[in-house]
């Protein structure tokens, strides 16, 4: 990274190195945002954002909510993208697991 960060409401950055590191929290501290997001051709995705876990654990909670509904999907930016409108699906297994979960957009 080669700019000079002064301020950062981002608590993953550590401004004295300019590093980001990555953060587990626990599911209770979290808000996790769902969104629909309307693709060409009429294809939807259901979107999961603002999860602070490593990448490997979100590739592992992707794999149990493709699985329980029953779809593709992926791990894309640190946001699980799960293919088609499974919003009230996704957001009763993330309950389940201790997250907070609102809905938004779509």
Known sequence: MNTKLVYSTDKTVNINENVIKEVDLNPSEQIVYLHLERKGGGKILSIVKGLKHPKQKLIVI?????????????????????????????????????????????
Do not use: W
Request: hydrophobic residues 30%; glycine residues 16%; aromatic residues 4%.
């Open 62 to 106: 992707a794999k149990e909510l493709k699985k329980q509904c029953g779809v593709g999907g992926t791990v894309k930016n640190n946001e699980i993208l799960i293919q088609g409108n499974f919003r009230d699906k996704i957001k009763s297994l993330l309950i389940n697991q201790g997250y907070n979960v609102k809905l938004s957009g779509g």
